[in-house]
């Protein structure tokens, strides 16, 4: 086509919006439905999915897959594994035994809606149904399909998502010094986000190993710095901006960014990740361009 | 090797102690090392999946794999995933607001060892870590592990065992029917022992489709006999013989086959189950040897 003639690409706002839409409508197709028996594990599940989140992991994938000219298919299911990882962890930590929290995107928590039987179970099953999803779709190369599912299972076991939510309820109470807040976050937050990254990649043109490297710092930082801000809104925003608890973090003693170097050096810190992580995506030119807009969004965030 | 200097075939306690030993090394390796950060939730997965345990699906699963000459190695890897699965299960159905049980195998449940939240963690760590065995391991052909990986995700998800766990959570207090009964032990228990014996059989030579479904029908047979049998010694044995609180079903008036039927009748219906999932094996001749053996195991065992 002649350049001329093409439309004008969307901004980044459209591009954020039609990738959210996507998503939404994909997890819904790929979560069963709200009538398949089981039905209320079914509607717990769908109800701690749908309808909400920034989807702040999908929009790395897809951003990502820009730079591999990944295909929007293979993108949405990745991003909805991804999701339904996500999704079942707020469940579970949402739980009376862990954070026993009432308040989620806005909405009752699962355990409040279905019970705490009901919520476990929904978290559970979410668990597999990412598992499920990421082997049963059609995504060319096997060996490669393989490679995301490790990665996945990778990201969210007990050296990463799970093993962050342990050493952050082993460290409840307790005084963290910042390389032990670092790990922690780094393991709770950041292997999701480094799996989104790293997934959105394998779903395109393989890379060498440059690129990849390049694009695991940046999500290393990027996940650092979502977390960071993320420590810098619950002492700043309040509940209803939120859709979540505000102040709750500092309220239960747990260990924050703010807690430990005060606000203002919090957000210089947040200020160096943010220059770092668009350091890292230098090497990919114009082809990182929604990577970069993503990373202004995630650092100026207002909820 | 000429016949008649082949060793005598070990007997059958002795091939099970052979798998039960070798699958409880297996699983030693294939999980986190106590010593490993974050240690106390690694500890809680090991203290749940090590040290006891019938390893009824393994056996399954390496008994299959005689009909498909299945390399132990093979078997080893999706007798520890399936194991893993069926440990997390374990776990989180003891959780208070489950079953709130604090016996399993003769100690105390995990939640009583490591509290809620780190039980919750555990589990939820187990199951991923099954995945992340299954889809690490070296297994031949991709599109065959792939294969497994959708047998093992389908068999413990929302259509598998935790819908069945859902379905039990529903019933509770109210009167189940047969039918109802059998879909919710189909999903409970059935999913994951014919899991077990596909995986066995996904390990070896590729089996024809009449193979398949022979196995499969034998599978749903001994899944049920193995839950009716279940029922049955829940209320004839005692908490010491069973390593778990005895009488407890129908104590929490769940729907059991003796609540339903009567311990005659239930005795009879395991009778007949054991007679199908026999005729099932007959097309296998003296390669079923070891899954025959294993069914009157599963018929007659009073643990």
């Known amino acids: 086509m002649n350049a001329a003639l093409a439309p004008p690409a969307p901004s980044f706002d459209e591009w954020m919006a039609a990738v959210q839409t996507r998503v939404e409508k994909a997890l819904s197709r790929h979560l069963p439905s709200?009538?398949?028996?089981?039905?209320?594990?079914?509607?717990?599940?769908?109800?701690?999915?749908?309808?909400?989140?920034?989807?702040?992991?999908?929009?790395?994938?897809?951003?990502?897959?820009?730079?591999?000219?990944?295909?929007?298919?293979?993108?949405?299911?990745?991003?909805?594994?991804?999701?339904m990882i996500h999704a079942y962890s707020l469940?579970?930590?949402?739980?009376?035994?862990?954070d026993n929290d009432v308040l989620r995107?806005?909405?009752?928590?699962?355990?409040?809606?279905?019970?705490?039987?009901?919520?476990?179970?929904?978290?559970d099953a979410l668990q597999t149904q990412a598992f499920l999803l990421l082997a049963g779709a059609d995504l060319g190369v096997p060996s490669v399909q393989l490679e995301m599912l490790r990665c996945l299972a990778h990201a969210s076991g007990s050296l990463g998502m799970a093993g962050g939510q342990a050493i952050d309820l082993d460290a409840a109470g307790h005084a963290l010094e910042l390389p032990e807040l670092e790990l922690m976050h780094a393991l709770k937050t950041g292997a999701l986000i480094r799996a989104a990254v790293t997934l959105g990649a394998l779903c395109g043109e393989s890379l060498d190993d440059d690129a990849r490297q390049a694009l695991d710092r940046f999500a290393k930082r990027a996940g650092l710095l979502f977390q960071v801000v993320d420590d810098i809104l619950d002492c700043t925003a309040s509940t209803v901006t939120l859709g979540k608890t505000a102040g709750k973090d500092s309220?239960?003693?747990?260990?924050?960014?703010?807690?430990?170097?005060g606000l203002e050096?919090?957000?210089?810190?947040?200020?160096?990740?943010r220059e770092q992580a668009l350091e890292s995506l230098r090497p990919f030119g114009d082809r990182a361009g929604r990577l970069v807009e993503l990373t202004d969004f995630i650092a100026r965030r207002r909820f």
């Open 34 to 83: 709200a009538e398949a028996l089981p039905a209320r594990l079914h509607q717990a599940m769908r109800y701690s999915c749908l309808n909400g989140g920034k989807r702040v992991r999908p929009l790395l994938a897809f951003a990502t897959g820009e730079i591999c000219a990944a295909p929007g298919e293979k993108l949405e299911i990745a991003s909805c594994a991804v999701e």
């Open 91 to 98: 469940v579970h930590d949402d739980l009376p035994c862990m």
């Open 105 to 123: 995107r806005g909405r009752p928590t699962c355990h409040v809606e279905y019970g705490e039987a009901g919520a476990l179970l929904a978290g």
């Open 251 to 261: 309220a239960a003693d747990k260990a924050t960014y703010v807690g430990l170097l």
């Open 265 to 273: 050096r919090s957000r210089e810190f947040a200020g160096q990740l």
